[in-house]
């Protein structure tokens, strides 16, 4: 049974740059949520969708960042033009249904060096 | 994230030893997660606990939710290095919203 996939696992890119992450979720799962991980600010929630619409977009840092889910096996969280401060480990997640008696499966995540 | 507080920060344990790891929230809580993180890789999740007074088992670990829905503990019982790792703490606090993590428990187990 596939889990959540991100790609790529680790990308290097110059400031500036546009910064594309890539997220599979589970099959049958009708949320997908993004997340943020640094060591000065943990685990953060950027954004969530269910059944492809985005419900909660607070976390997004700032215009730079944008997300979209065409359909319900694919997601992606663009970053445009990229900072150094954007540097992180970013998750996607999925559950079967947004709802606190749900836990989110989580893909293994894109380490993001900006230079 | 600071609704959520986990305690300690890091632990270093003899292998064979119990501990205990704290989730603390600053309100009620609506579900309370707990995962699992080893370092490069992605977060596993272990538990679920909605009900006050709340607990749940799985293999060598047990967590508990207490009556006011605001606090959550994570006992292991005689620890294995394969224990090693963070440990984090999620919360919901509405239905369908709002779900934080804490900052983490880091857990080294000593062969």
């Known amino acids: 049974d596939a889990g959540v996939i991100q790609s790529p696992r680790h990308e290097v890119t110059e400031m500036g740059q546009e910064v594309t992450l890539r997220c599979k979720p589970i099959s049958g799962h009708n949320s997908l949520f993004w997340y943020r991980q640094t060591m000065m600010r943990g685990l953060e929630l950027l954004i969530y969708f269910n059944n492809n619409v985005p419900i909660d977009d607070s976390g997004m840092p700032e215009d730079r960042f944008s997300a979209k889910m065409p359909n319900a096996s694919f997601s992606t969280l663009k970053i445009q033009p990229s900072e150094p401060r954007d540097s992180a480990v970013y998750f996607c997640a999925s559950s079967l249904v947004v709802g606190a008696n749900q836990p989110q499966h989580f893909g293994d995540g894109t380490r993001l060096s900006i230079l | ?111």
């Not at chain 2, 009900?51 to 294995?80: F, N, W």
Request: some cysteine.
């Open chain 2, 1 to 111: 994230s600071q609704e959520l507080e986990q305690s300690p920060q890091s632990l270093i344990v003899q292998e064979g030893k119990n501990l205990t790891i704290n989730c603390t929230s600053s309100k009620t809580l609506y579900g309370l997660y707990w995962y699992k993180q080893k370092y490069g890789e992605g977060l596993i999740f272990l538990m679920m606990l909605q009900k006050g007074g709340e607990e749940k088992s799985h293999e060598k670990i047990t967590a508990k939710l207490d009556e006011k829905k605001q606090q959550s503990s994570l006992h292991i019982t005689a620890s294995q290095p394969s224990h090693a790792g963070i440990y984090l703490c999620g919360a919901a606090y509405n239905y369908g919203q709002n779900f934080v993590f804490g900052p983490g428990t880091r857990l080294s187990v000593l062969p």
